[in-house]
């Protein structure tokens, strides 16, 4: 029965999105999804024994503390960011320990008309595939071009633009949701952005935005200002490397972007993240650009895997408001996403950038999501070099490794951005978006499977 409604919703959208808004065009698509997602997978991984819940505005506490005795629950955390706050939000959300099953639960609350939305707090984790140095020995094919040496024709030509002295700008930022990173790496260190309002070491929150110390960003899987907790830090690590690792110094590996800021919001630990820490991370990030004023231009998400989040997806919308970019992995499930959305990957907001992985020989990696209208783009994600942290004799040091997935790839679009940014100062992220996705190569593998059947092109940037 779902997928008829599902199919019946499709019908009515295409019949009467012309002339609406587009909020209202966003509000259907959301309809849509929602359907659709309950229709085709219910085996995303959830938090045990929670839920989120969102009240409508002026819900007495009396008839909140009702809803509660009626799931046997509590409140475990209440989330009102300044974001939320700045949107209008006077609520937020909450994040309630159940004791029946979370299915039970949000069946029960969502009786309630005090109810807004409930869902599960949703489990996500990265999309990397670790398999086993590195420009001049052949091995960053990711930056090669069909022109330069070494060369590869389906790398993003970032060395062509390198070679025209464009290598990116100390003031453009780029936000990190994932793991932590290693900002001391000697390939990462350069470009490591801090907060310009705090003050390291003082133990006072000096930019007043909820956090103490946050120097290099927030850890908000521990609920820390430690942004690097060690070798367990190497996917964010690795992302990282790829999005801004130095060029030119003799060393390592180099980024798409080899001049930028980059700045950490850690949500993914040993047990993934969840929905409750990624809505943080983001309003962190919408925060601190414009708290700060900094040139925030995108958030890279190399992570994904839960189901539908109305409250995940108002914070990637807070982003698009404050024109920052999010670049997210379509997923390692080789899955069509329009028929079994991966979030984040699938949701309609259009700061939304979804990047598939594609092989050194141009092919779609065997392990890459795709989907013809929910993909936008191919990105090399197939035995990609970068910087990760490695333990020797007790401390941690640089080192460089092999990855795999649409983890990998997803940093090539966001170094991309940042990139363009500073070639083209006054771009707005719809331009720069627009730039990306007309920019691609035709590539056949890709073709009827992402929204552009194309590859990431940085050439002329």
Same mark, same amino acid.
């Given at each position: 029965?779902?997928?008829?409604n599902?199919?019946?919703?499709?019908?009515?959208?295409?019949?009467?999105?012309?002339?609406?808004?587009?909020?209202?065009?966003?509000?259907?698509?959301?309809?849509?999804?929602?359907?659709?997602?309950?229709?085709?997978? %219910?085996?995303?991984?959830?938090?045990p024994?929670?839920?989120?819940?969102?009240f409508?505005e002026?819900?007495e506490?009396s008839?909140?503390?009702?809803?509660?005795?009626?799931?046997s629950g509590?409140?475990k955390?209440?989330?009102?960011?300044?974001?939320?706050?700045?949107?209008?939000?006077?609520?937020?959300?909450?994040l309630?320990?159940?004791s029946? =099953? $979370?299915?039970?639960?949000?069946?029960?609350?969502k =009786?309630?008309?005090?109810?807004e939305?409930?869902?599960?707090?949703?489990?996500?984790?990265?999309?990397?595939v670790?398999?086993?140095?590195?420009?001049?020995?052949?091995?960053?094919w990711?930056?090669?071009?069909?022109?330069?040496?070494?060369?590869?024709?389906?790398? %993003?030509?970032?060395?062509?633009? /390198?070679?025209?002295?464009?290598?990116?700008?100390?003031?453009?930022?780029v936000?990190i949701?994932?793991?932590?990173?290693?900002y001391?790496?000697?390939?990462?260190?350069?470009?490591?952005?801090?907060?310009?309002?705090?003050?390291?070491?003082?133990?006072?929150?000096?930019d007043?935005?909820?956090?103490? +110390?946050?120097?290099y960003g927030?850890?908000?899987?521990?609920?820390?200002?430690?942004?690097?907790?060690? %070798?367990?830090?190497?996917?964010?690590?690795?992302v990282?490397g790829?999005i801004?690792?130095?060029?030119?110094?003799?060393?390592?590996?180099a980024g798409?972007? /080899? =001049?930028?800021?980059?700045?950490?919001?850690?949500?993914?630990?040993?047990?993934?993240? %969840?929905?409750?820490?990624?809505?943080?991370?983001?309003?962190?990030?919408?925060?601190l650009?414009?708290r700060?004023?900094?040139d925030?231009?995108?958030?890279?998400?190399?992570?994904g895997?839960?189901?539908?989040s109305?409250?995940?997806?108002?914070?990637?919308e807070?982003?698009?408001?404050?024109?920052?970019l999010?670049i997210?992995?379509?997923?390692?499930?080789t899955?069509?996403?329009?028929?079994?959305?991966?979030?984040?990957?699938?949701y309609?907001?259009?700061?939304?950038?979804?990047?598939?992985?594609?092989? #050194?020989t141009?092919g779609? &990696?065997?392990? &890459?999501? /795709?989907?013809?209208?929910?993909? +936008?783009?191919?990105?090399?994600?197939?035995?990609?070099?970068?910087? $990760?942290?490695?333990? &020797?004799?007790?401390?941690?040091?640089?080192?460089?490794?092999?990855?795999?997935?649409? #983890?990998?790839?997803?940093?090539?679009?966001?170094?991309?951005?940042?990139?363009?940014?500073s070639?083209?100062p006054?771009? #707005?992220?719809?331009?720069?978006k627009?730039?990306?996705?007309?920019?691609?190569?035709?590539?056949?593998?890709? &073709?009827?499977?992402c929204?552009?059947?194309?590859?990431?092109?940085v050439?002329?940037?």
């Open positions: 029965m779902k997928k008829v599902y199919l019946l919703l499709v019908i009515l959208a295409s019949a009467l999105i012309v002339g609406c808004s587009q909020k209202e065009q966003l509000q259907v698509q959301d309809e849509a999804l929602k359907l659709k997602s309950a229709s085709v997978k %219910t085996d995303y991984e959830y938090v024994n929670e839920i989120i819940v969102k409508k002026g819900t506490v008839k909140k503390e009702a809803v509660y005795a009626k799931l509590k409140v955390e209440k989330i009102l960011t300044k974001m939320m706050e700045k949107f209008g939000d006077k609520n937020g959300i909450e309630l320990s159940v029946g =099953t $979370v299915d039970d639960a949000i069946a029960k609350a =009786t309630n008309k005090e109810v939305y409930a869902e599960p707090n949703y489990v996500y984790h990265h999309d990397a670790l398999n086993d140095t590195y420009f001049a020995n052949g091995s960053l990711g930056m090669y071009g069909a022109s330069t040496s070494p060369a590869n024709q389906y790398g %993003t030509g970032a060395a062509t633009v /390198w070679a025209g002295g464009k290598t990116g700008s100390g003031s453009v930022y936000g949701i994932d793991e932590g990173y290693m001391t790496h000697e390939d990462l260190a350069a470009n490591a952005g801090t907060n310009p309002g705090e003050i390291a070491g003082n133990g006072k929150d000096d007043r935005n909820g956090y103490i +110390d946050d120097v927030w850890d908000f899987d521990g609920n820390n200002n430690t942004v690097f907790d060690g %070798t367990t830090d190497d996917h964010g690590t690795h990282a790829t801004g690792g130095v060029g030119g110094n003799g060393k390592g590996v798409v972007c /080899w =001049t930028v800021k980059l700045l950490d919001a850690k949500f993914l630990g040993r047990n993934g993240g %969840t929905t409750a820490n990624a809505i943080k991370a983001i309003d962190y990030f919408v925060d650009k414009t700060a004023s900094i925030l231009v995108a958030l890279n998400n190399s992570w895997g839960g189901g539908f109305q409250a995940l997806q108002d914070a990637i807070r982003a698009n408001s404050a024109n920052i999010f997210v992995a379509a997923g390692n499930e899955n069509d996403n329009d028929a079994a959305p991966s979030y984040p990957a699938a309609p907001n259009s700061n939304i950038i979804a990047v598939a992985s594609i092989t #050194s141009g779609l &990696s065997s392990f &890459s999501n /795709w989907g013809a209208k929910s993909v +936008d783009l191919g990105a090399p994600g197939s035995g990609i070099y970068s910087s $990760v942290p490695l333990s &020797s004799k007790g401390k941690i040091v640089s080192g460089y490794a092999s990855y795999s997935g649409t #983890s990998m790839a997803t940093p090539h679009v966001t170094g991309a951005c940042a990139l363009y940014k070639t083209h006054s771009a #707005s992220a719809a331009d720069i627009a730039a990306i996705l007309g920019s691609v190569i035709a590539t056949p593998s890709l &073709s009827g499977k929204v552009t059947a194309g590859r990431l092109n050439i002329g940037f």
